[in-house]
């Protein structure tokens, strides 16, 4: 799977100010929003967008510091992995009231 990051993400993920890493699921690409401070956020009211997590709740001590193309795939690949998770949890205890 090719995913495209755009340019100008990486920078503005490591730069001075707060930034949210997206992932559009659709067109397999990632971005960066930046902001002028921690009380700013973007909302998508699109299901193939998703705000992506730089951090994992099995791995407390991954904290990146500064990212690389690499990091960010990974990133990209984690939080895929989370939502899969998350999907198959929600159907099984769905199965489960069901019943």
Not at 40 to 59: F, G, R, V
Not at 62 to 74: D, G, N, Q, V
């Amino acid at each position: 799977m090719k995913i495209v990051i755009e340019n100008g993400t990486i920078q503005k993920i490591n730069g001075q100010n707060p930034a949210t890493l997206f992932y559009d699921k659709k067109e397999k690409k990632v971005w960066a929003n930046v902001y002028a401070s921690e009380n700013e956020w973007t909302e998508y009211h699109d299901e193939n967008i998703m705000a992506l997590t730089l951090s994992h709740p099995y791995m407390p001590d991954f904290e990146p510091t500064k990212l690389t193309r690499k990091s960010i795939l990974e990133i990209v690949k984690m939080n895929l992995e989370m939502l899969e998770i998350e999907h198959q949890h929600d159907a099984e205890c769905g199965a489960y009231y069901n019943n």
